[in-house]
């Protein structure tokens, strides 16, 4: 689905995802999205929704979180970084690992509240020692050794496309937008709706809304 | 790695035996060399301390991903500690060794004991404080962790960086002709001082309460509690307080108990990290639907049915 900014000359995006807790079924349709957008190493996901079981018998339930890289405002795993491979873009928010520059030395894995940091020790695929066709060619976006997390897909996003993980929600749980543009559909629903930032105490400043 | 799907309480699991091996090579080595400096010791133990960091240093190029671009660890001095480290940690080994090189090269233009020599030596002893210290920093600075995110840490990382010092000392004295019985006494006082600033930390951690708590838990429940209990408050702290007041002839033992003691602290304190959870359920969410009772249940499934037996007649 292609995504609506009204970027105004000189404006800095402020991209936030809102989670409405409400639509999210668990589905995991998000995980496997970003899995195979980002062909990331086994047992590495860079969103993933976690469950709790809540209450007892006959009164359980299940709540779900999608979990995700909250592209914080003051993101405690840059400044942690020896070599200045962990960045903030300049013109928004999105962090990134320079995997060229990266040491591998798990700094920021530690430093990030969200564990949305990971430093995969091989390059081995699903099936053992061979790598299947698309592991070898998915393979190739990220290096063994050194930190990697979500990207919030900027390849689709700087064309103006949404994450796949947002474009894959069957419930149109997930919703990306400018958090500094009043009229984006993000800001809104933050307006209207009861939310929390998660584990905003830690003064990260995430940009990841939950829509309760 | 593996990624769990659950909410609870879990720990890092990215730091284990190379990382505390690096502390503690990096806190005894560096501890032993202001000690050397501070103490006037024989330059031995000055030598001792370099090969101590520069064996750390070994290791943790073995922890990292990526060992072959290390270089390019100095590139954030200004935010990260683990780049100021290694830049303590480059003075160090310089200065240091630049300090006690004319003892073996006295072709050198400066001596050991002249000025240049003791400026150089005051340098290296600065740095070696440095390394000691940032460590604590670096991981007190992870809000993630609760029970790393405090001042105490790096106190009881210096603790046991003089306590290791001092065990290397007692060690280092048994093979030296003339021994050095004085630095019994400070070994017996820095063992107590760090006793008690383990105590205060664990104490402190245990009443912050949520993942600090489970934190202290952790270290005195399977399979960790043996580590903890046995290997550093029996082994490392008590023991070694008993031999070097009581049993002057085993300062050796002493000092070997305390360096393992020194170890298991750091292996213990990095397994420990617990990560801050998140928090699933929020102020202001409304389950009250969740917790209807089975007759209001029934009662609501039989007015649907009515309802929609209704509609359609």
Known sequence: MALSVNSAEGRKVKWGVAVDLKRCVGCQSCTMACKAENGTPPGVFWTRVIEKEEGRYPFAYTVFMPMRCNHCSEPPCVPVCPTGASYQRAHDNVVLVDQDQCVGCHACVVACPYEARFVPDNARGYYGKHTTPYEEVAYKKWQAGTAQKCTLCVHRLDVGLQ?????????????????????????????????????????????VYYLT | ????????????????????????????????????????????????????????????????????????????????????????????????????????????????????????????????????????????????????????????????????????????????????????ALAAVLIVLTGILVGVYLLVMHRAGGPARESVRLLNAPPLSWSFRLGIILVGLLLPLVLVLWVPSAVVLAGGCMLVGSLLFRYCVLKVGVYVPPALVQEGMDFSRLNRTGTDLEREYAGMAAQRAGGRG
């Open chain 2, 1 to 184: 790695m593996v990624q769990g799907f659950n909410a609870e309480l879990k720990c890092q699991q990215e730091f284990g035996w190379l990382l505390s091996i690096w502390l503690f090579l990096s806190g005894t080595g560096c501890g032993l060399f202001v000690l050397f400096k501070l103490l006037e010791l024989p330059v031995f133990f000055a030598l001792l301390g370099l090969a101590s960091i520069v064996l750390g240093g070994v290791v943790l190029l073995l922890e990292l991903g990526s060992p072959l671009r290390a270089w390019r660890g100095v590139s954030r001095i200004r935010t990260s500690w683990l780049s100021r480290g290694v830049v303590f940690v480059g003075f160090f080994v310089l200065t240091g060794f630049l300090s006690v090189a004319p003892v073996f090269a006295p072709w050198l233009p400066w001596e050991s004991a002249g000025l240049g020599g003791r400026a150089l030596g005051w340098i290296a002893a600065l740095c070696a404080l440095m390394i000691v210290l940032y460590p604590g920093f670096w991981l007190a600075k992870n809000r993630s962790i609760p029970f790393w995110n405090t001042a105490w840490l790096p106190l009881v990382l210096v603790g046991y960086a003089a306590t290791g010092a001092s065990a290397m000392i007692l060690l280092g004295s048994a093979f030296l002709r003339n021994g050095l019985r004085p630095f019994d």
């Open chain 1, 163 to 207: 994450p796949a993980c947002i474009d894959t929600c069957p419930t149109r749980a997930l919703v990306i937008g400018d958090l500094n543009d009043a009229q984006s559909e993000i800001s809104k629903l933050i307006k209207q709706r009861p939310r929390f930032q998660p584990r905003v105490e830690l003064g990260a400043e995430p940009n």
